[in-house]
Protein backbone atom coordinates (compact mmCIF):
# COMPACT_ATOMS: atom_id res chain seq x y z
CA UNK A 1 0.00 0.00 0.00
CA UNK A 2 1.67 3.43 -0.67
CA UNK A 3 -0.30 6.50 0.81
CA UNK A 4 0.42 10.48 0.38
CA UNK A 5 -0.38 13.16 2.03
CA UNK A 6 -0.73 16.76 1.10
CA UNK A 7 -1.63 19.84 2.22
CA UNK A 8 -0.57 23.64 1.94
CA UNK A 9 2.28 24.81 4.43
CA UNK A 10 1.21 24.45 7.77
CA UNK A 11 -1.56 21.85 6.77
CA UNK A 12 -0.62 19.87 9.64
CA UNK A 13 -0.33 16.42 6.91
CA UNK A 14 3.42 15.89 8.72
CA UNK A 15 1.66 15.56 12.02
CA UNK A 16 -1.42 13.24 10.17
CA UNK A 17 1.80 11.06 8.43
CA UNK A 18 3.59 10.30 11.43
CA UNK A 19 -0.12 9.52 13.78
CA UNK A 20 -1.17 7.14 10.62
CA UNK A 21 2.71 5.25 10.69
CA UNK A 22 1.94 5.60 14.43
CA UNK A 23 -1.42 3.56 14.45
CA UNK A 24 -0.66 1.10 11.31
CA UNK A 25 2.64 0.29 13.12
CA UNK A 26 0.86 -0.18 16.37
CA UNK A 27 -2.03 -2.79 14.07
CA UNK A 28 1.86 -4.73 13.45
CA UNK A 29 2.33 -3.49 9.85
CA UNK A 30 6.00 -2.62 8.78
CA UNK A 31 5.43 1.11 7.67
CA UNK A 32 7.77 3.21 6.05
CA UNK A 33 7.00 6.94 6.49
CA UNK A 34 9.55 9.28 4.12
CA UNK A 35 8.97 13.21 2.63
CA UNK A 36 9.50 14.84 -0.30
CA UNK A 37 11.26 16.85 -1.49
CA UNK A 38 13.81 14.49 0.08
CA UNK A 39 13.51 11.08 1.38
CA UNK A 40 17.06 9.62 0.04
CA UNK A 41 20.18 10.65 0.38
CA UNK A 42 20.54 12.12 -2.80
CA UNK A 43 16.74 13.54 -2.62
CA UNK A 44 17.43 15.21 0.31
CA UNK A 45 20.76 17.26 -0.96
CA UNK A 46 18.12 18.50 -3.98
CA UNK A 47 15.71 19.54 -1.16
CA UNK A 48 18.10 22.17 0.41
CA UNK A 49 18.65 23.72 -2.90
CA UNK A 50 14.75 23.74 -3.09
CA UNK A 51 13.38 25.25 0.24
CA UNK A 52 15.78 27.36 1.40
CA UNK A 53 16.80 31.13 0.32
CA UNK A 54 14.73 33.42 -2.21
CA UNK A 55 11.67 32.97 -3.23
CA UNK A 56 12.72 33.84 -6.56
CA UNK A 57 16.11 31.90 -6.77
CA UNK A 58 14.29 29.34 -8.97
CA UNK A 59 11.88 29.70 -12.27
CA UNK A 60 8.98 27.63 -12.14
CA UNK A 61 10.31 25.43 -14.83
CA UNK A 62 13.66 25.05 -13.32
CA UNK A 63 11.95 23.44 -10.19
CA UNK A 64 10.32 21.02 -11.65
CA UNK A 65 13.12 19.60 -12.81
CA UNK A 66 14.83 19.36 -9.37
CA UNK A 67 11.53 18.05 -7.92
CA UNK A 68 11.17 15.50 -10.58
CA UNK A 69 15.23 14.65 -10.47
CA UNK A 70 14.52 14.27 -6.13
CA UNK A 71 11.59 12.36 -6.71
CA UNK A 72 12.97 9.58 -9.55
CA UNK A 73 16.19 9.34 -6.28
CA UNK A 74 13.22 8.63 -3.62
CA UNK A 75 11.19 6.29 -5.74
CA UNK A 76 14.76 4.36 -7.19
CA UNK A 77 15.99 4.08 -3.57
CA UNK A 78 13.39 3.90 -0.79
CA UNK A 79 9.80 3.53 -2.35
CA UNK A 80 9.53 1.22 -4.67
CA UNK A 81 12.33 -1.58 -2.77
CA UNK A 82 10.09 -0.74 0.14
CA UNK A 83 6.80 -1.39 -2.14
CA UNK A 84 8.70 -4.70 -2.85
CA UNK A 85 9.54 -6.31 0.05
CA UNK A 86 5.86 -5.93 0.76
CA UNK A 87 6.12 -2.54 2.78
CA UNK A 88 3.23 -0.01 3.44
CA UNK A 89 5.08 3.61 2.20
CA UNK A 90 3.38 6.74 3.39
CA UNK A 91 5.19 9.67 1.95
CA UNK A 92 4.49 13.39 3.05
CA UNK A 93 4.34 14.81 -0.02
CA UNK A 94 4.48 13.34 -3.54
CA UNK A 95 3.68 14.29 -7.45
CA UNK A 96 0.53 16.25 -6.45
CA UNK A 97 2.52 18.87 -4.72
CA UNK A 98 4.20 19.24 -7.83
CA UNK A 99 1.25 19.73 -10.20
CA UNK A 100 -0.28 22.32 -7.27
CA UNK A 101 2.72 24.10 -6.33
CA UNK A 102 4.66 24.06 -9.58
CA UNK A 103 1.96 23.13 -12.21
CA UNK A 104 -1.52 25.58 -10.95
CA UNK A 105 -0.06 27.72 -9.20
CA UNK A 106 3.05 28.87 -10.45
CA UNK A 107 2.81 29.30 -13.81
CA UNK A 108 0.57 27.27 -16.31
CA UNK A 109 3.21 24.52 -16.45
CA UNK A 110 0.89 21.25 -15.47
CA UNK A 111 1.77 20.32 -19.01
CA UNK A 112 5.13 19.90 -18.47
CA UNK A 113 4.81 18.53 -15.35
CA UNK A 114 2.54 15.85 -16.35
CA UNK A 115 4.96 14.80 -19.26
CA UNK A 116 7.90 14.86 -17.21
CA UNK A 117 5.91 13.03 -14.24
CA UNK A 118 4.76 10.14 -17.19
CA UNK A 119 8.50 9.94 -18.25
CA UNK A 120 10.09 9.40 -15.01
CA UNK A 121 7.86 8.46 -12.69
CA UNK A 122 4.94 7.33 -13.90
CA UNK A 123 3.42 5.57 -10.93
CA UNK A 124 0.72 7.08 -8.28
CA UNK A 125 -0.27 5.95 -4.71
CA UNK A 126 -2.98 3.91 -4.06
CA UNK A 127 -4.67 6.85 -1.70
CA UNK A 128 -3.69 10.54 -1.08
CA UNK A 129 -5.26 12.63 1.55
CA UNK A 130 -5.17 15.99 1.57
CA UNK A 131 -5.38 18.13 4.83
CA UNK A 132 -7.37 20.68 3.76
CA UNK A 133 -7.12 23.83 5.97
CA UNK A 134 -7.95 27.69 5.73
CA UNK A 135 -4.67 29.05 4.70
CA UNK A 136 -4.02 31.92 7.10
CA UNK A 137 -4.51 29.62 9.68
CA UNK A 138 -2.05 27.41 7.99
CA UNK A 139 0.34 30.11 7.24
CA UNK A 140 0.36 31.29 11.14
CA UNK A 141 1.04 28.09 11.93
CA UNK A 142 4.31 27.88 9.57
CA UNK A 143 5.69 30.88 10.61
CA UNK A 144 5.51 30.10 14.45
CA UNK A 145 7.48 26.77 13.30
CA UNK A 146 10.35 28.89 11.97
CA UNK A 147 13.33 27.89 10.66
CA UNK A 148 15.14 28.20 7.31
CA UNK A 149 12.84 26.23 5.10
CA UNK A 150 10.56 28.95 4.66
CA UNK A 151 10.96 29.80 0.76
CA UNK A 152 7.53 28.57 -0.64
CA UNK A 153 5.47 30.25 3.06
CA UNK A 154 7.58 33.66 2.58
CA UNK A 155 5.70 33.77 -0.96
CA UNK A 156 2.79 35.17 1.05
CA UNK A 157 -1.15 34.45 1.72
CA UNK A 158 -2.41 35.19 -1.96
CA UNK A 159 0.10 32.15 -3.27
CA UNK A 160 -1.20 29.72 -0.33
CA UNK A 161 -4.79 30.65 -1.31
CA UNK A 162 -4.54 29.35 -4.53
CA UNK A 163 -2.58 26.23 -3.51
CA UNK A 164 -5.21 25.37 -1.17
CA UNK A 165 -7.90 25.79 -4.03
CA UNK A 166 -5.17 23.62 -6.48
CA UNK A 167 -5.57 20.91 -3.97
CA UNK A 168 -9.00 21.52 -4.02
CA UNK A 169 -8.96 20.82 -7.70
CA UNK A 170 -6.68 17.75 -7.35
CA UNK A 171 -9.66 16.20 -5.64
CA UNK A 172 -12.20 16.77 -8.25
CA UNK A 173 -9.75 15.54 -11.12
CA UNK A 174 -8.32 12.24 -9.25
CA UNK A 175 -12.07 11.72 -7.28
CA UNK A 176 -10.96 7.47 -7.01
CA UNK A 177 -7.68 8.56 -5.68
CA UNK A 178 -7.62 11.93 -3.88
CA UNK A 179 -9.84 12.57 -0.33
CA UNK A 180 -10.44 15.78 0.87
CA UNK A 181 -10.17 16.03 4.87
CA UNK A 182 -11.19 18.26 6.71
CA UNK A 183 -7.79 19.66 8.70
CA UNK A 184 -9.60 21.73 11.36
CA UNK A 185 -9.54 20.89 14.88
CA UNK A 186 -7.24 18.64 16.90
CA UNK A 187 -4.71 16.64 15.61
CA UNK A 188 -6.19 13.26 17.19
CA UNK A 189 -9.76 14.70 15.77
CA UNK A 190 -7.78 15.07 12.08
CA UNK A 191 -6.62 11.91 12.38
CA UNK A 192 -10.04 10.22 12.93
CA UNK A 193 -11.10 11.38 9.73
CA UNK A 194 -8.00 10.14 8.03
CA UNK A 195 -8.71 6.27 9.06
CA UNK A 196 -12.54 7.17 8.38
CA UNK A 197 -10.99 7.47 4.46
CA UNK A 198 -8.71 4.33 4.70
CA UNK A 199 -9.82 1.40 3.11
CA UNK A 200 -11.17 -1.39 5.09
P1 LIG B 1 7.42 20.50 3.30
O1 LIG B 1 7.41 21.80 4.05
O2 LIG B 1 6.10 19.81 3.24
O3 LIG B 1 8.54 19.60 3.73
O4 LIG B 1 7.72 20.86 1.76
C1 LIG B 1 8.72 21.75 1.40
C2 LIG B 1 8.24 22.77 0.42
O5 LIG B 1 8.39 22.30 -0.93
C3 LIG B 1 6.78 23.14 0.59
O6 LIG B 1 6.67 24.56 0.64
C4 LIG B 1 6.13 22.62 -0.67
C5 LIG B 1 7.22 22.59 -1.69
N1 LIG B 1 7.09 21.57 -2.74
C6 LIG B 1 6.86 21.97 -4.05
O7 LIG B 1 6.75 23.15 -4.33
N2 LIG B 1 6.78 21.01 -5.02
C7 LIG B 1 6.92 19.67 -4.77
O8 LIG B 1 6.85 18.84 -5.68
C8 LIG B 1 7.16 19.27 -3.38
C9 LIG B 1 7.33 17.82 -3.06
C10 LIG B 1 7.23 20.25 -2.42
Redesign the pocket.
Known amino acids: MFLSFEGI?GSG??TQARLLADSLRAEGRDVVLT???GGSPGAEEIRRL??EGAGERWSPET?ILL?TAA?RDHLERVIRPALAAGRTVIT????D??RV??GAARGELRAMVDRLHDLSIAVEPDLTLVIDIDPATALSRGRARGGN?D???SLGLGFQQKLALGFRALANEYPDRVRLIDGSGAPETVAARVSAALPA
Open positions: DKSREPLVEFRDRFASTYQERFE
